[in-house]
């Protein structure tokens, strides 16, 4: 299964950005679990920020950014979205999409990341 992220970018604090992630399964259907996000701000560890199930009906989110931050999937395509409004300088970081949830924070499946800066 390979992960490829696109959407990030450079926005102003109060913008807006849209991440989407599309997983590939060697022409396969892809029946993955849970997929999400991962991020990792400069200097700091990488941290859980979201996932969801693949019906749609469990959605779990790092605190700092519920009502800001909103995921969806769309199976048909294997993709998710993550809405990310009313940023902040603290949102910055390599945002990593994960697939197949194994427990606690562990993903099968690890995208290469994708950048995003907001300027203060």
């Known amino acids: 299964v390979q992960l490829q992220a696109s959407g990030g970018g450079l926005v102003q604090a109060g913008g807006s950005l849209r991440l989407s992630c599309a997983a590939s399964?060697?022409?396969?259907?892809?029946?993955?679990?849970?997929m999400g996000w991962f991020r990792q701000p400069p200097g700091k560890e990488r941290e859980f920020l979201v996932h969801?199930?693949?019906?749609?009906?469990?959605?779990e989110y790092l605190d700092s950014v519920k009502g800001r931050f909103s995921i969806s999937r769309d199976n048909a395509k294997n993709t998710i979205y993550l809405q990310m409004n009313n940023l902040k300088p603290e949102d910055t970081g390599v945002y990593f999409c994960?697939?197949?949830?194994?427990?606690?924070?562990?993903?099968?499946?690890w995208g290469q990341g994708t950048l995003v800066t907001v300027s203060s």
């Open positions: 969801i199930n693949r019906s749609n009906t469990s959605v």
């Open positions: 994960v697939a197949v949830w194994t427990g606690g924070k562990k993903y099968k499946y």
């Open positions: 399964a060697s022409g396969r259907t892809f029946t993955g679990n849970y």
